[in-house]
């Protein structure tokens, strides 16, 4: 079974600075990798996806992220963050061919000061 | 194009009773995937299902059950309700189609369960 490590709970960060959010799986076998976005009292939204190719992948809202097989890592990043990006951040992974259940790490909070 | 859709949006009950929670997946998709999210926690996955049968199930109890109708929506019922079992219910879909597995998961806004 694969485990994900969000290795921050809370990211407090100024708007317009940038942020990463860490994460990190346990597996480097053929996988898929997912950040997803949850704001106060909703569902999760997906922010972006790795299935394959290109290792940098460019999600909604400017976000992207960078695939990196050899630290089995795939962290989120965006050059400068706005006040409604405040909100809870999962990062998800699945097993490529077995892959009917999705991973998740404990979340990162990430909040947003003006 | 319609997303998850996921009822009620709220319910409380009390301990030993039985719920059902109902989702409708995205247009086009064919599997239904359910996860219980703990306050201040990740989803964890409780099971899915692929043509009405169950094909893959978490680390939970009997106590949580599930059917997939032939439009694809599907059910999620719990049985003897526990205190611990308060949390939001998220419901997701993906397309597994003839290849045999799925790639990406959508969810819906889920229910919020509270046991008394």
Do not use: M
Request: some cysteine; aromatic content about 14%; overall charge negative.
């Amino acid at each position: 079974a694969q485990s994900v490590t969000q290795l921050d709970s809370q990211v407090p960060v100024f708007e317009e600075a940038p942020v990463e959010l860490r994460c990190n799986y346990s597996s480097s076998v053929s996988v898929y990798l997912f950040w997803y976005v949850q704001y106060p009292n909703q569902g999760l939204q997906l922010l972006l996806k790795y299935l394959s190719g290109s290792t940098l992948v460019k999600g909604i809202n400017g976000f992207e992220a960078e695939f990196n097989k050899s630290q089995t890592s795939f962290h989120l990043r965006k050059p400068s963050v706005h006040i409604s990006d405040t909100a809870e951040y999962f990062c998800a992974v699945s097993d490529k061919y077995t892959g009917n259940q999705f991973y998740f790490g404990t979340g990162t909070s990430l909040t947003v000061i003006p | 194009d319609a997303g998850v859709t996921q009822s009620p949006t709220h319910l409380i009950k009390t301990r030993g009773q039985q719920v059902t929670l109902r989702c409708s997946p995205k247009s086009g998709h064919d599997t239904v995937s359910w996860y219980q999210q703990a306050l201040g926690q990740g989803p964890q996955f409780i099971f899915q299902y692929y043509e009405e049968e169950e094909r893959q199930r978490g680390n939970f109890p009997d106590r949580f059950s599930g059917h997939q109708f032939p439009n694809y929506s599907s059910e999620l019922n719990v049985n003897a309700l526990l205190l611990g079992d308060s949390a939001l219910y998220l419901c997701a879909s993906s397309l597994v189609g003839g290849g045999g597995y799925q790639e990406t998961q959508y969810f819906g806004p889920g229910t919020r369960l509270l046991v008394l």
